[in-house]
């Protein structure tokens, strides 16, 4: 949601940055444990809320009063690759095209900027978000959404170009895969469902019924699944200093506690971990590494030893 004008002064400064910095502070002072990555909403219940409705510090304020121990935050950095980069100059007049690159232009003079920030903490086993995203981010998406829709007439009635920019921009579809958290901690099957469901290109491509645009779909999945693998490495590094208070929390967690098998403790534990590492699936050993913390780890049992036949054994 778009911040107003009185609380993003000065657009020409990267005001999130500091935000983040300030509220990051804020949260250690009140001996809040700071994870910087914000945990997915699967299912269950949660709470959503925007800088329109409270401040971020405000927001730190609820985390202290609901009990919180653990503080997200997270803040994403702007690039217009991900935005422009399946853009073909040949789909679109001439006139359009000049439109969007000067729209590029002034896109790139944002690289770096924060573009969105989202903070959260679990109280009570309700996930409570909020974010903030500021006026040049959502201005640069509406133009551009505009001059799409403006070239084209209707966002997907243009099958044959939808399945071109599929075809020619495979790299830039599969990082858009693995930006979605719940692409991230799902099987493969269901990777190549969502894709289709999510990215009108590959639908079209999966449509067609001829197997080399259906090599490309699974090519595209394949991708993206390796960049989640090439990711999770610096999340894990980032979240592993809270794993203390996350495996008193899984300890709690209805999951773990009805898991009556070892198989289900860590399919329990793998489940739990990428829920607050915004989907990205922890490796077996991080998985054990919480796994092997109080109060889950089970008491190694002394072997009891026999008694001795005499006094001189």
Not at 157 to 184: C, K, M, S, T, Y
């Amino acid at each position: 949601m778009p911040m107003s004008g009185k609380k993003m002064l000065d657009m020409g400064k990267d005001t999130l940055a500091g935000l983040v910095a300030d509220i990051t502070r804020k949260a250690k002072a009140a001996d809040l444990l700071t994870v910087p990555t914000t945990p997915e909403a699967e299912s269950g219940f949660f709470v959503e809320l925007t800088d329109d409705e409270l401040s971020a510090t405000q927001f730190l304020e609820l985390a202290r009063a609901s009990g919180a121990r653990l503080f997200y935050t997270e803040a994403t950095p702007f690039s217009a690759e991900p935005l422009f980069s399946h853009l073909d100059p040949g789909e679109y007049s001439e006139e359009s095209w000049s439109a969007i690159a000067k729209l590029r232009a002034q896109a790139d003079r944002q690289t770096g900027k924060i573009c969105h920030v989202e903070l959260a903490f679990v109280a009570g086993s309700v996930l409570h978000s909020w974010t903030a995203t500021p006026d040049w981010f959502t201005d640069i998406n509406e133009r551009l959404t505009e001059l799409e829709i403006d070239e084209d007439g209707d966002e997907d009635d243009d099958e044959p170009n939808v399945r071109a920019r599929a075809q020619a921009d495979a790299e830039g579809l599969a990082h858009q895969l693995a930006d979605i958290p719940a692409f991230r901690p799902i099987k493969f099957p269901a990777r190549l469902t969502m894709a289709t469901d999510r990215l009108p290109e590959l639908r079209a491509l999966a449509n067609t019924g001829d197997p080399g645009d259906a090599y490309e779909v699974r090519r595209v999945v394949q991708r993206a699944s390796e960049l989640v693998m090439e990711r999770r490495g610096a999340v894990y590094e980032k979240l592993r200093p809270a794993f203390p208070e996350l495996a008193q929390l899984l300890a709690a967690d209805p999951a773990w506690v009805n898991a009556g098998r070892a198989t289900l403790r860590k399919e329990a534990a793998e489940l739990f971990l990428a829920r607050h590492a915004d989907g990205y699936p922890p490796t077996e050993l991080e998985r054990d590494r919480l796994m092997d913390m109080p109060p889950l780890r089970k008491p190694r049992k002394v072997p009891e030893q026999s008694p001795p036949d005499s006094i001189f054994d």
